[in-house]
């Protein structure tokens, strides 16, 4: 891994802050939202930042890494592409998935818009590895993935975080991108030590580190990126610094953005962790000590786990079952799988709702202003038992289409105003009673 590359201090670029990224002292790098980009058109913030030096990272949200099916090539494509019109040292994406269903199961592809855990399991684990070795494959440059925060633990897991994170490495030489507010996340909500957690990852392998705030509500941690960084998330910066020095730190900022003034305050609290945690620090830097914690792990889930492509093809079979049955319960509204937290999965399932009554009144602004207070509860009616299925935008047609066969809003004037909306986007007409009727039986089948 010596041949990470340096990247320092930097933050998350996002449109809504682009001016004030470009102008914040001290910014060695930024991070970009590889979905959001179009390696032809890449946005003018971002090619005037690769002019004065800065390095970009761009970084995915969509590829469902730990899903199981196998990596999309147009979307691996796409991410590559990406990388060499930015120059990029390496590519970064998420030990999640975030979509499921589909032929393996015989049902409805189901989306999440939101990223997932995965089981730490060896079935996951193997489909996991041989996923990473595709992307890695197809890439130009090196890919990190990242840990994420959860809401919800996997039943009868056979590994901790850090030990399925040590496998992963070792057997696919991919890099990290170790999240500390997620290793907060898992510490609230799922009772996870992040300081065992440190202890067995690899911290050789370590790209970069993600630092971001968030919220606690009813005894449960939500990961916003929103709200300001805590101390607890800067403490478990400080554990990291005092194992490894970290190739690079980076801020991570996605909506209420507050003033540049806030923001570049943020940015010296964690390069002053850092240095603070680098002087004081007392533990030695010793690798070799979080693979030997890992090893027993190791040693056996490798024998169970050889490079037989029947036995991943089976694996595959029992992940995307499991992994449907939970993003069903989550986002259609069947039955809870065995041996999951119910009040949890209400939590994740209401707040995978709320992401995606936000995000669609982010992508068709109009609907809010057509609706006023009423556009947040018929979404979430709505979403209650039809789940997203190719995207916001989509999204957002089919909540105006099932509202206006309905025959809602009651206000004529706000039900043309979304009929003319609707039409301009999807069609010369609403859809025809048969059709209406197909879709109906295609949800009862889902809820079903």
């Known amino acids: ?97 975030v979509r499921a269903g589909g032929p393996r199961t015989a049902s409805p592809v189901l989306e999440a818009g939101h990223l997932l855990p995965v089981p730490r399991t060896r079935d996951a684990l193997r489909v996991l590895c041989e996923n990473v070795r595709i992307a890695q494959d197809a890439l130009p440059v090196p890919l990190a993935v990242e840990n994420i925060a959860a809401l919800i633990s996997w039943p009868d897991e056979e590994m901790s975080e850090g030990q399925f994170l040590a496998e992963l490495v070792e057997r696919t030489g991919v890099r990290l991108l170790i999240d500390v507010a997620n290793l907060h996340t898992n510490q609230v909500n799922r009772g996870e030590d992040p300081a065992k957690a440190l202890d ?27 709200h300001p ?81 029947g036995a991943t093809d089976t694996a595959r079979e029992r992940l995307a079952l ?6 069903s319960a989550l986002v259609a509204g069947t039955p809870v799988p065995e041996g999951f937290d119910r009040r949890r999965l209400g939590v994740q399932s209401r707040a995978l709702a709320a992401k995606r009554a936000g995000v669609v009144a982010k992508v068709a602004p109009e609907l809010p202003g057509f609706l006023g207070d009423g556009f947040r509860p018929a979404f979430l009616a709505y979403a209650a038992h039809r789940p997203m299925r190719a995207g916001y935008r989509r999204d957002a047609l089919d909540f105006v289409e099932t509202l206006l066969i309905e025959g809602r809003p009651a206000d004529p004037v706000a039900r043309r105003r979304l009929t003319l909306w609707w039409r301009e986007r999807a069609g010369a007409r609403p859809p025809r009673r048969a059709v209406r009727l197909v879709r109906a039986a295609r949800a009862a089948l889902v809820r079903g």
């Open 229 to 309: 960084v805590t101390r607890p998330v800067l403490d478990i910066l400080a554990e990291l610094r005092s194992r490894v020095a970290p190739p690079g730190v980076l801020l991570e900022r996605d909506d209420d953005f507050p003033p540049a003034a806030e923001l570049a305050g943020e940015l010296t609290v964690i390069r002053e962790t850092l240095n603070a945690a680098g002087t004081t620090a007392v533990r030695s830097t010793a690798p070799m000590a979080s693979t030997a914690a890992s090893a027993p792990v190791r040693a056996a889930s490798t024998a169970a786990a050889g490079p037989a492509d």
């Open 1 to 97: 891994m010596n041949d990470t590359p340096r990247l320092g201090t930097g933050i998350g670029w996002r449109p809504e802050i682009a001016d004030t990224v470009e102008a914040l002292p001290g910014v060695d790098w930024v991070e970009a939202v590889a979905e959001n980009l179009c390696a032809g058109h890449l946005p003018a913030s971002l090619v005037r930042l690769r002019e004065r030096g800065v390095t970009v990272v761009p970084h995915g949200v969509s590829l469902g890494l730990g899903g199981a099916d196998r990596p999309d090539p147009g979307r691996l494509a796409d991410l590559a592409e990406c990388a060499e019109a930015l120059g990029s040292p390496l590519v970064t994406e998420h030990i999640a998935f």
């Open 200 to 226: 067995e990852l690899p911290v050789e392998a370590i790209a970069y580190v993600h630092v971001a705030g968030g919220i606690e509500r009813d005894g449960v941690w939500h990961d916003t990126h929103a």
């Open 322 to 327: 499991a992994e449907t049955a939970l993003l």
